[in-house]
Nanobody
């Protein structure tokens, strides 16, 4: 079965950096596009970034463009989200996502808190 396990969240000061990781299993990772979503407290979940199966194509929400970088390692079945210049409004639970045959799969999330 599909499993997505996020890690790397934590408390960071404004302007700081974090790298999130998502370990994937139970499907053919190297042929699957992957995404990161986030859900701020009291708000709806939103798409942050996506990456194609080969990593050659990426998408970023306007709110994170130029600060966040999505990447993947198909040999290790890992997808990453490098987050720089973090702002308090980046505080959220961050989720790894796979969409396959119309079904969305989610990890349990990792909490990122940006605060001084």
């Amino acid at each position: 079965q599909v499993q997505l396990v996020e890690s790397g969240g934590g408390l960071v000061q404004p302007g700081g950096s974090l790298r999130l990781s998502c370990a994937a299993s139970g499907f053919t990772f190297s042929t699957s596009a992957m995404s990161w979503y986030r859900q701020p407290p009291g708000k709806e979940r939103e798409l942050v970034a996506s990456i194609s199966s080969t990593g050659s194509s990426t998408y970023y929400a306007d709110s994170v463009k130029g600060r966040f970088t999505i990447s993947r390692d198909n040999a290790k079945n890992l997808v990453y989200l490098q987050m720089n210049s973090l702002k308090p409004e980046d505080t959220a639970n961050y989720y790894c996502n796979l969409r396959r045959s119309g079904v969305a799969y989610w990890g349990k999330g990792t909490l990122v808190t940006v605060s001084s």
